[in-house]
């Protein structure tokens, strides 16, 4: 299994190109199987993940073509991938396939709304809580669904073989169950309302997209979705949007370093409460044409408190990368995460550096130590195992990272991008 071999000390001096957003990819991947037409997407990233699901998608009926570079290829820019799903060919999604990833479960949505049936295993993905699927069951009840477990499967029918619009509250702010929901609303007879939708910007990168396949949706970027259901979507090409976790992270990561990075295409309104926290650590953020700059030079980092919030708050993908840099802070910070019950898993491997970190339930205490020193860590998770990444780029010494297909899942060329900047990195294969 490949390991991730670094030595900390340098600061990270010079330019990171962000990549499409993992978590925006995947729902517009699924979002194709809604037209028998083509979608076209631009600038999605190469990630495990993606592979992942063209395998799910094509088992399904879904033709893909690549026109983008591949993996291992020079160049840093996004693939171009047409999905054609003239015919779906099974409505299974088989437990095998869909155990590896959570958004996977998400084919439920347009499978039902094209079909008038599925059959999808109940999902995997990783390992950070619960993560129950009711809310995405209620919601497509809402809509007329029938549904049943059977045998670790989600087995669902529209009666007349077609949804119905409906109004859908979610308890809680759920960015799986507003996708799935919004596309199965699409193509559903009626208005249907959405009441505390997810308002993460991928979500939005959703809504548009289905708007250029046909859809009429209204209140996009807000709690309150109206989807007026149309007969059949079209074709559409559509691009992703970049990715506000992976440009967060290498801010982090500058941060942590110090030096100056600028990352190449990231959108400052994408993450401004993530920016806003790591400015009162005392990183400087210069949003700029094209990107962002992140500076620190010389000065300490001050402790500074989060409590994770669905957006536009402080993400929850980005608290162990802001808990790897407060192990440096000058004093104690708190974070607080409210989002997933289990998403403290990277606070044993930090301890391993030296850090000095309190849990109790859902709140980490962080108290900065002088320095870190490098060690064998393990990763958990994927944005559990980029924190690892971020703590061993400023110990003392050397540090192996093991397990890294998290990090493949979700982060495209992150040795490459690192160690341009200045990192001494490198991947260990076997
Ligand atoms: C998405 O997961 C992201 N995944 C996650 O990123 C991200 O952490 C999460 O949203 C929150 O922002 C993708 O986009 C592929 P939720 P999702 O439904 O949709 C509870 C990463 O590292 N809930 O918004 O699965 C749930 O348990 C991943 O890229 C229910 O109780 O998250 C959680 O506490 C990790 N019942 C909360 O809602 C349900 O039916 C929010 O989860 C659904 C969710």
């Given amino acids: 299994m490949d390991r991730i071999r670094l030595v900390g000390g340098n600061p990270l001096n010079g330019e990171i190109p962000i990549s499409g957003a993992k978590n925006a990819a995947l729902p517009l991947m699924i979002a194709s199987l809604l037209t028998d037409e083509s979608l076209v997407l631009l600038n999605v990233p190469r990630l495990a993940d993606v592979k992942q699901l063209e395998r799910i998608l094509e088992n ?5 073509a690549v026109h983008g570079r591949r993996r291992g290829d020079a160049a840093m820019d996004g693939q171009r991938i047409t999905f054609t799903a003239a015919d779906i060919v099974d409505t299974t999604a088989p437990y095998d396939l869909v155990s590896k990833m959570r958004a996977s479960f998400w084919v439920i949505g347009p499978l039902l709304a094209r079909e008038g049936e599925a059959r999808v295993s109940l999902p995997g993905g990783c390992a950070i809580g619960t993560r129950p699927v009711d809310f ?14 059977d045998g ?24 799986g169950a507003t996708h799935v929901v919004m596309m199965a609303a699409s193509l559903a007879e009626g208005t249907t309302i959405i009441e505390n939708a997810a308002r993460e910007p991928e979500v939005g990168n959703l809504a548009d997209c289905l ?25 559409a090409t559509h691009e992703v949007l970049p990715d506000r976790i992976e440009t967060g992270t290498y801010a982090m990561a500058a941060a942590m370093t110090g030096g100056e990075v600028f990352l190449r295409g990231a959108r400052p309104e994408l993450l401004q409460a993530a920016l806003d926290t790591l400015a009162r650590t005392g990183t400087t ?5 094209g990107g962002i700059r992140i500076s620190r030079n010389g ?8 409590s994770t919030e669905p957006f ?16 440096r802070a000058d004093g104690v910070s708190t974070i607080s995460e409210t989002i997933f019950e289990n998403r403290f898993m990277h606070v044993a491997e930090l301890l391993r550096f030296g850090a000095n970190i309190q849990v109790e339930g859902q709140t980490a205490k962080v108290t900065g130590v002088p320095e870190l020193r490098g060690a064998q860590v393990m990763a958990t998770d994927l944005r559990a195992s980029v924190s690892l990444v971020i703590a061993g780029l400023a110990a003392r010494g050397e ?20 160690s341009l900047c200045g990192a001494e990195i490198e991947r260990i294969a076997g």
């Fill in 60 to 64: 399904h009926g879904v033709d893909i």
């Fill in 211 to 235: 708007v250029a396949m046909g859809a009429k949706i209204t209140g996009i970027g807000t709690d309150r979705l109206e989807i007026e259901g149309v007969d059949r979507l079209g074709g």
């Fill in 285 to 289: 953020i210069t949003p700029e044409t």
């Fill in 136 to 149: 995405y069951l209620d919601g497509l009840r809402a809509l007329g669904a029938e549904i049943e477990i």
């Fill in 299 to 306: 000065n300490g980092l001050s402790a500074t408190d989060i």
């Fill in 399 to 418: 540090t192996v990272v093991n397990r890294i297909y998290h990090l493949d899942r979700g982060f495209e060329r992150l040795e490459e991008k690192l």
């Fill in 152 to 175: 670790g499967y989600v087995v669902a029918r529209a009666p007349g073989g077609r949804l119905r619009g409906a109004t859908v509250h979610f308890p809680k702010v759920s960015v």
């Fill in 312 to 327: 536009p708050g402080f993400p929850t993908d980005l608290q162990a990368q802001f808990m790897a840099l407060m192990t």
